[in-house]
Structure formats: C-alpha cells, structure tokens
Nanobody, 114 residues
Framework: EVQLVESGGGLVQAGGSLRLSCAASGFTFDDYAMSWFRQAPGKEREGVSC???????YYADSVKGRFAISTDNAKNTVYLQMNSLKPEDTAVYYC????????WGQGTQVTVSS
C-alpha cells in the first residue's frame, strides 16, 4: 500500500521557520520525483518545490531563497525547510510523488500569523 504521510505543519509567526516532512512507503522512492504543493483557502493548488530522482531542485518564484527541499533516501523521506515565513504562505501543504504513477499525501496545515 502506498502511503505519503506529511508532518511538521503548525502555527508560526511571520519570519519564523518550519520543517515539513513526508514519509513515503509502498513504492521505489529513489525512482520518483518528490514535490510539495500547497493550497490556500479559495485558491487553486500550486506547486511549491520539486526534487527529481537525480537531485535537481526547483522552486516557485514566491519561495525562492526562503524554502529548501531535500530528501533522505535511507528514510524514504522528503523535507521542506521553510524560513522567513510570510502570512501568504498559509496553506495546506501536500506531498506528491510522481514517476510511473502519481501519489498524494493527506496534507498538513501551515498557518503564518502576522
């Protein structure tokens, strides 16, 4: 059974930091690109960051220089380090695995207060 389990969300003040984790199981983690998406209330889901199976990373312009994506292949886990958080970063953050198939986690809430 494929599972993507996010954790690490919460409430933080503007300027603070959070680290999201997504623990994957049930598929060959090394063969998949791992991404973080987010969806704010009333808005469409948007891509935040991606790391490919060869380690290339990509970021949305809105988070460049503030967020960092990484993986620990030994733990089948992808991380999103979020620094200098802003109220507009408030959203539910989702982990996605894409390769032969596409899998999604259940999401974790991030709330940034001003």
């Amino acid at each position: 059974e494929v599972q993507l389990v996010e954790s690490g969300g919460g409430l933080v003040q503007a300027g603070g930091s959070l680290r999201l984790s997504c623990a994957a199981s049930g598929f060959t983690f090394d063969d998949y690109a791992m991404s973080w998406f987010r969806q704010a209330p009333g808005k469409e889901r948007e891509g935040v960051s991606c790391i490919t199976s060869d380690g290339s990373t990509y970021y949305a312009d809105s988070v460049k220089g503030r967020f960092a994506i990484s993986t620990d292949n030994a733990k089948n886990t992808v991380y999103l380090q979020m620094n200098s958080l802003k109220p507009e970063d408030t959203a539910v953050y989702y982990c996605q695995a894409s390769g032969g198939f596409e899998y999604w986690g259940q999401g974790t809430q991030v709330t940034v207060s001003s």
